[in-house]
């Protein structure tokens, strides 16, 4: 069932003045831009317009300079997703960040991350995570080479892990 739109004007307040300030879990905060895409399609009546769009924009501005990459991704893609669909194409450009307008137009035009622009602290951890990917790949290609479907099995679990 779809939700009323007074019924999401109350959600989206409570997102704002309650959630935002007060949640620090990623599994909570990388949840909501779902919230805000789902919406992109949906025309709003003009009582309430303004101040759905004005909150949409605020949640999708702090979710899109979320320190958290998990959240700050998910906030780009439900960006994207909203922006694709919305009927209110003049309000999105008040959903990005201005500090961070550049890096979502990148996003947008789907230009690949610069990662020169990482810290060491971050750049460190995707050194981690490319030896990890890579380690996982020759794994995976070591375990096809033998060919049968229990092997294949065991390689693609070993991927997924």
């Known amino acids: ?24 879990s990623s599994p909570v905060l ?8 789902a919406w992109g399609g949906r025309e709003l009546s003009p009582e309430l317009e303004s101040d759905v769009l004005q909150s949409m924009a605020s ?6 300079a979320h320190p958290d990459w998990l959240v700050h991704q998910r906030a780009l893609s439900a960006f994207r997703q909203f922006a694709e669909v ?29 990662e020169a622009l ?21 794994e995976l290609e070591h375990r096809l080479s033998f060919g049968t479907e229990q092997e294949l099995r065991q390689a693609l679990c070993a991927v997924n892990e």
Do not use: W
């Not at 990388?30 to 895409?37: K, Q, T, Y």
């Not at 949640?59 to 899109?64: A, F, G, K, N, V």
């Not at 990482?118 to 020759?138: F, P, S």
């Open 118 to 138: 990482l810290d060491g602290e971050n750049a460190e951890l995707v050194d981690v995570l490319r030896r990890r990917h890579e380690a996982l790949q020759h």
């Open 59 to 64: 949640i999708s501005q702090s979710l899109i």
């Open 30 to 37: 990388s949840s909501l831009p779902a919230i805000l895409s």
């Open 86 to 114: 919305t009927p209110y194409a003049d309000a999105v450009e008040s959903f990005m960040p201005e500090k961070l307008s550049e890096l979502v137009v990148q996003y947008l035009k789907q230009v690949p991350f610069n």
């Open 1 to 24: 069932p779809i939700l009323p739109a007074q019924d999401y004007q109350k959600l989206l307040a409570v997102i704002q003045d309650q959630v935002l300030p007060c949640v620090k």
